[in-house]
Every structure is written in C-alpha cells, then in structure tokens.
C-alpha cells in the first residue's frame, strides 16, 4: 500500500518538475532502499495511517522529505476544505499547524480557521535536515516558528545529507590559511592577480567562447574590481553594473531581460532547446527571493550560501547575456562577503570545472538535475513561430504555453545537488588549483633570482628568458641570442641555462 506523500499524488493527480525523492508503503517489515537518489521505504502495519488527506499529509511530514513544489501544486489541487478540517479537528498539533502554515505562505490564502491561541511553538521545518533561515520569524497566528530560507516568490531547499554535510565540512578559510603558511601571503596574493585571468579565460570556456580576448579581459577586470565590494550584487543596478563591465558598456538589452529567453544550441535546421528560463514578466519576483534567501541565511555555510545563490542566478536567468559569468562571480562574491577567504583572492572555480572531464561533465549534469525533468515535463509547450521585437530589443520568435504552470518549479528548486557539487569544486580549487599554482610561483621566482646571480637584469627580462629555455627544451635559441646578445658567449649561455633549470629541477 503506497502512504506519504505519493499516495497523494497519485490521489489527485499530482506531477511535478522534480520528482518526489522519497516514497513509502506498507509491508511486512521495515526495509529502505535507495537508488540513483530515489529512496524506496516499507514499513511495518503499525505505521499505516489514515487514508485521509490529514493521514498521508501528516506521514510525509514525519517520514519523508519536504517538497514545496509539490505541496504548492497539490494545495491548488484540493483547496482549503481538507486542511481547513485538520485544523479544526487538531488545532493544537503540531503536523496540522505546520500544514496550516505551509497552506497560507504558498498560497497568499488565509484559511478559515481560528488562530492558535497558545502552545509551543514548532519549527516549519527540521533545521538538522535542511538549510534553513538563521533567526526564524515568529508566526503567532499558527505557533510556527517560519525557518523557511527564501520567500514564498523563491525559496530554494537544500537537503543535508550525509554527503552534503561532509562535503560543507571543508574549511576553506582554514585550507587557504595552510596555504598561506606553505607559500607565504606575497605568493598567494600574487597567484590571485593571475587566477582572476585564469578564471575568466575558464569561464568563457565554458560558455565556449574562449576566443574572446577582449571579453576575458573585461571578465577578469569585474572579478578583480567588484568581488566582495560592489553594493547589493543582487540589485538590478549592481547587475547592470557587472553585466556591463563583462559585455561592454555598449552592448544592446543591459539590464533585467524584457523578452523570453532559452538556453540551446542551433543547428542547420532547428534551434535545440535545452532550458526554458522563466517569464520576464515573473524575474523581479524571482530575483527579490533570491536577495531574500542572501539577507535570511547569512551567519550560515558560506560554501552553501555560494552554491545556492549561484545556481539560483542561473536558472532565473534574468539578463539577456552574460549569466554564466555572473553565476561564478556569485561564488567568490559570496565567499569573500561571508569572510570565509579574505579580500583580493579569487577562486579559479571555473578554472577547477575544466580541468577534467569528470568535473566538466559534473557541471553538465548538476545543471541537468533540474534543467532535465523541466524539459521532460514542458518539452511539447514551446514553438517557434512569428518573431516579436520585445521592449530590450530582442527580436525572438520563441513561444512558451506554460509559463503559469512552470513557476511554481522556478521558485522552489532543490538545490542539494548544486551544493554538493560546489562544495567539491571549491575544495579540488584549493587544494590542487591554487596549491600547484602557488608551487609554480615559488619556482619562478627561484629561477629569477639563479637567473640574476649569473647576469643581473630587470624582471620582465628574467621572464621572458626563463619561458623562452623552458618552451624550446632548455636551449637558447636564436631569437633570444638576438634579443640578448650576452648569451652568444657559449661559456655564460651554459651558465644561465644551468641556472635556471635547477630550479625547475629541484622540484621535478
């Protein structure tokens, strides 16, 4: 017999963007399964509830995962009656005042039931099991403390599971004070200048635009200029701010997009759509609870925190270009905002992302975690037909019939998998992107400092000479003879070369 949450599903004929992640029965014994993240748990007959609304509502909240999407959708479904009687026939239990509660913040719906007079109060949700707001808001109407992260325009839910929890463990602050000692802070701060160009130059990998010379510039400029420092990132005047500085002051529809927008490839015969991005009419609601979620979780996990408002951004897409970019500066934004790694160092998490397939498929698929089922469930609700010029200037023949339904999807999105995913990203970034950075520093600087014991010079001069016998297999070559006549003396030449390559060799 299916029980919880799925039993009303299927009772009202619930479906949802993202799936219900835990579904229930009743067996002979007690017996959990877990496959591909979908758990499967029978339990014994004592559990079985009423076949009710109140006995299936009630055993998803004690048993399963909280699912807000799904609560929305079914809320609409069934109305106020069946949570409107709970009430009356509990009015002091904890379940049906947090259903109660849930009912009136998803649905803008004042139920027609009496306030709760007295009692404890009682969490929305379980603060060991999910990302939640830092000082709960106090709603005396229901004896509800409202722990929820976000607003009831966006707020996304984060699970901590055992991976998530090991995964946020990581010390970043602690790994980069290692770094610190192992390197010494002139290293680090020096490895930031060219990590904010590594950066960008990976950022634009991913969007597959490595070829932007100008734009990378630009990019790594925004990265040097406004992480941690420019007012309310979130703002629609501190977005136009970053989106201009990535794109060019210059460039058409800056600002909050006007028109709709999808993320896909062209082919020769149709565009392929991969994403739908919410209405732009629906963005300003959605950016609004993404500043919400900021300012109500601050003094929690800043590797949660990033990772949230980061994906968050993405999937709102709320400009026109430039989101990809701005998504990563929100990861390091957020870090240095929250103190957890100082002013001037950037993490070359874009630059993590690409240096393995492994990671750059995980980025792909983490995407695809909502992106995947949305499509599943709107793939046959979009057209192209008569293209329309919007008020930013687009001109887009791009058609979406479900926008009403789909938003409730777009505002409460499960991000556990994005977190999970950024939390490794940011650890594999310190220990191994900026530590070998970091290590190929110290060598530089060694060899500089050989190079000028055998023949004094400037230090772009010492560059130029050490890159040039490390990329021609330590020999000089003729062009560098020309460029440095001193080394046409064979005796000083073998010298300089012997100098510098110890250095390379100490470490090799």
Request: charged content about 25%.
């Amino acid at each position: 017999m299916q029980v919880g949450f799925r039993a009303l599903a299927d009772r009202y004929g619930i479906t949802m963007v993202q799936p219900l992640r835990v579904e229930s029965t009743i067996g002979t014994t007690r017996v959990s399964r877990d496959s591909d993240g979908l758990v499967s748990n029978q339990y014994p007959p004592s559990y079985r509830p009423s076949d009710n609304f109140a006995g299936h509502f009630e055993f998803g909240l004690k048993y399963e995962d909280i699912h807000l999407e799904f609560f929305a959708r079914l809320f609409a479904a069934v109305g106020p009656e069946p949570v409107e009687a709970w009430c009356r026939q509990s009015p002091f239990g904890q379940f049906a005042r947090r259903t109660g509660f849930f009912y009136e913040w998803l649905t803008g719906t004042r139920l027609d039931v009496p306030d709760v007079g007295n009692g404890a109060y009682c969490d929305a949700v379980a603060s060991h099991k999910y990302l939640v707001r830092t000082s709960p808001l106090r709603v005396r109407r229901w004896r509800v403390n409202d722990n929820l992260p976000g607003t009831s325009g966006f707020c996304p839910v984060l699970r901590r599971t055992e991976e998530v929890q090991n995964a946020l463990a990581f010390d970043l602050a602690a790994a980069l004070g290692e770094l610190d000692q192992a390197f010494g802070a002139d290293i680090l701060l020096r490895s930031a200048r060219w990590l904010t160009f590594k950066e960008s130059r990976a950022s634009f990998l991913i969007e597959k635009e490595a070829d932007q010379a100008d734009r990378i510039q630009r990019f790594a400029h925004v990265i040097a200029r406004y992480c941690g420092t420019v007012e309310e990132p979130l703002s629609e005047r501190s977005l136009h701010k970053l989106q201009a500085g990535i794109l060019g002051h210059e460039a058409l529809g800056l600002g909050l997009r006007q028109s709709p927008v999808f993320v896909g490839q062209a082919t020769m015969r149709e565009d392929i759509v991969h994403y739908i991005a919410p209405h732009y009419g629906q963005v300003a609601e959605l950016i609004d609870g993404l500043k919400a979620f900021e300012a109500a979780t601050r003094g929690a996990e800043s590797l949660a925190r990033a990772a949230v408002l980061a994906f968050g951004f993405v999937y709102i897409h709320p400009m026109r270009d430039g989101n990809g970019r701005i998504h990563r500066f929100l990861i390091n934004d957020t870090l240095i905002r929250d103190k957890a790694m100082p002013a001037g160092v950037i993490l070359p998490v874009s630059a993590t992302i690409t240096s393995s397939i492994a990671f750059r498929v995980g980025y792909d698929q983490v995407l695809e975690v909502f992106s995947r089922p949305f499509m599943q469930r709107y793939g046959a609700s979009y057209r192209f037909g008569k293209a329309t010029t919007y008020t930013d200037g687009t001109s887009s023949n791009f058609m979406f019939d479900e926008y009403d339904d789909a938003a409730v999807a777009w505002r409460y999105p499960d991000l556990t998998a994005h977190v999970l995913y950024t939390a490794r990203v940011i650890e594999h970034t310190v220990r191994k992107e900026m530590a070998d950075e970091a290590r190929v520093l110290v060598v530089f600087r060694r060899a500089q400092e050989h190079l000028k014991d055998v023949l004094e010079m400037p230090d772009p001069d010492a560059s130029r000479i050490i890159r040039s016998l490390k990329e021609n297999g330590w020999q000089v070559s003729g062009k560098l003879k020309k460029a440095y006549p001193e080394l046409e003396d064979a005796a000083r030449a073998e010298r300089v070369v012997h100098a510098v390559r110890s250095a390379f060799d100490d470490v090799l």
